[in-house]
């Protein structure tokens, strides 16, 4: 078992930025992400890294977002930057552990990001 524990998010306004953390209870050989959902939409990806720091994007939120991991710390950030209204949504940070040949993923409790003026 893998428990997350985010922090970081609030009330901002439109062009501002937040940084969200995400600790795990142990270290994570595979991908850390994190993913939104916005009142009445499904989840949606918002950005990955594995464990080498390659990372993935949405289209929108490339060149304003930025994904990091301190993997001696277990831990995984997302750097906001430029946020829009429409940037508002419930972050939920992602693992992903794979044993044998079964993938297992784990999600954080979520944490509120408000974007208005």
């Known amino acids: 078992q893998v428990q997350l524990v985010e922090s970081g998010g609030g009330v901002v306004q439109p062009g501002g930025s937040l940084r969200l953390s995400c600790a795990a209870s142990?270290?994570?050989?595979?991908?850390m992400g994190w993913y939104r959902q916005a009142p009445g939409k499904e989840r949606e990806l918002v950005a990955t890294i594995t464990r080498g720091r390659n990372t993935n994007y949405a289209d929108s939120v490339k060149g304003r977002f930025t994904i990091s991991r301190d993997n001696a710390l277990n831990t995984v950030y997302l750097q906001m930057n430029g946020l829009k209204p429409e940037d508002t949504a419930v972050y939920y940070c992602?693992?992903?552990?794979?044993?044998?040949?079964?993938?297992?993923?784990?999600w954080g409790q979520g944490t509120q990001v408000t974007v208005s003026s």
């Open positions: 142990r270290s994570i050989s595979s991908i």
């Open positions: 992602n693992a992903v552990t794979y044993i044998g040949s079964g993938r297992y993923d784990y």
